[in-house]
Nanobody, 122 residues
Framework: QVQLVESGGDLVQPGGSLRLSCAASGFIMDDYAIAWFRQAPGKEREGVSCISRGIRTSTKGRFTGSRDNGKNIVYLQIENLSSEDTAHYYC????????????????????WGKGTLVTVSS
């Protein structure tokens, strides 16, 4: 049974950083593209990171996704947080092996975790 479990969400001050974790069971994460999305209240879900199969790290602006293959975990490091980053963050397993142009498309994702809440406030 495929499961994804996010953790690490917290209340963080503006300007701070945070690392989220996504632990997988039922499959080997390195065999798939893994993406991170977020959804703020009243907004659509948006992709913030995607790591293709076999890739160890991927940075997009303030967001860095990375793999720990030994632990079957994918991380999301977020730098210089602002209030606009307040959202639920979700990891997802893609139907594809390579992120490409579909990296931010939720319909390409096959399995989702339940999310972890990041709140940025002073």
């Amino acid at each position: 049974q495929v499961q994804l479990v996010e953790s690490g969400g917290d209340l963080v001050q503006p300007g701070g950083s945070l690392r989220l974790s996504c632990a997988a069971s039922g499959f080997i994460m390195d065999d798939y593209a893994i993406a991170w999305f977020r959804q703020a209240p009243g907004k659509e879900r948006e992709g913030v990171s995607c790591i293709s199969r076999g890739i160890r790290t991927s940075t997009k602006g303030r967001f860095t996704g990375s793999r720990d293959n030994g632990k079957n975990i994918v991380y999301l490091q977020i730098e210089n947080l602002s209030s606009e980053d307040t959202a639920h963050y979700y990891c997802a397993r893609a139907r594809v092996k390579v992120c490409g142009s579909s990296a931010g498309d939720p319909t390409v994702m096959e399995y989702w975790g339940k999310g972890t809440l990041v709140t940025v406030s002073s």
